[in-house]
């Protein structure tokens, strides 16, 4: 079946403006995640949606970051007045269980920003 | 807090060479535990996952690991790499209960060479 897509696979912005970020998760996948992969690291955690509940933004770098999952599916990232420092990869991934730590999580292609 | 540490940002082998990429953990809290692997222009994909029972978990193209909860560690190997093998990879864990977000390191990058 299908996977997670992300959409645009890239995107260029002029600093200070706002970008927004598209994630289909796996159909009937609960929860869904997102990650910020600078280059040459490994992805660091944004937010975590379980359906249409944001239940952990922790990771969200600033208030200029913003996401959400009205319909507990599709989901946005929003990241207003772009920096330099926000050009990274945005990776999603969803998985099929609400609860328990050992459910896998399936990545998307992820999203290169790039901000100049 | 959860950290990972993967100490080699880089492993070049030759083909059919043995490789080991290591990780490292810290974690006061039991964790479950996984390698991604990241092919060129492609998203994560796991690769394998110690969540509970034998210490060795193996992968259906040859890869193995084994938690070692003494050492912390949970090293990826293949006895014979291939081409195909050249890849980022990823040693990550995750909380039995509570924050279900993944802790990464920050990566290996095998390249096999012919």
């Known amino acids: 079946g299908a996977g997670v897509s992300q959409s645009p696979r890239y995107k260029v912005a002029k600093r200070g403006q706002d970008v927004a970020l598209r994630c289909d998760p796996i159909?009937?996948?609960?929860?869904l995640f997102w990650y910020q992969q600078a280059l040459g690291q490994g992805p660091e955690f944004l937010t975590y949606?379980?359906?249409?509940?944001?239940?952990?933004k922790s990771g969200l770098p600033s208030d200029r970051f913003f996401a959400e999952r009205p319909e507990g599916s599709v989901s946005t990232l929003k990241i207003q007045r772009t920096q330099q420092e926000d050009s990274a990869v945005y990776l999603c991934?969803?998985?099929?269980?609400?609860?328990?730590?050992?459910?896998?999580?399936?990545f998307g292609p992820g999203t290169r920003l790039t901000v100049l | 807090a959860q950290s990972v540490t993967q100490l080699d940002s880089q492993v070049p082998v030759f083909e059919e060479a043995p490789v080991e990429l290591r990780c490292n953990y810290s974690?006061?809290?039991?964790?479950?535990l996984f390698w991604y692997v990241q092919y060129p222009n492609q998203g994560l994909q796991l690769l394998l996952k110690?969540?509970?029972?034998?210490?060795l978990v193996e992968s259906i193209n040859g890869f193995e690991a084994e938690f070692n909860k003494s050492q912390t560690s949970f090293h990826l190997r293949k006895p014979s790499v291939h081409i195909s093998d050249t890849a980022e990879y990823f040693c990550?864990?995750?909380?039995?209960?509570?924050?279900?977000?993944?802790?990464f390191g920050s990566g290996t990058r095998l390249q096999v060479q012919p």
């Open positions: 949606f379980q359906n249409e509940a944001q239940l952990d």
């Open positions: 159909s009937g996948h609960v929860s």
């Open positions: 991934a969803s998985s099929p269980l609400a609860g328990g730590g050992a459910d896998t999580q399936y």
């Open positions: 974690s006061s809290v039991s964790v479950y």
């Open positions: 110690y969540l509970s029972g034998s210490t």
């Open positions: 990550a864990v995750r909380k039995y209960t509570g924050r279900r977000a993944l802790t």
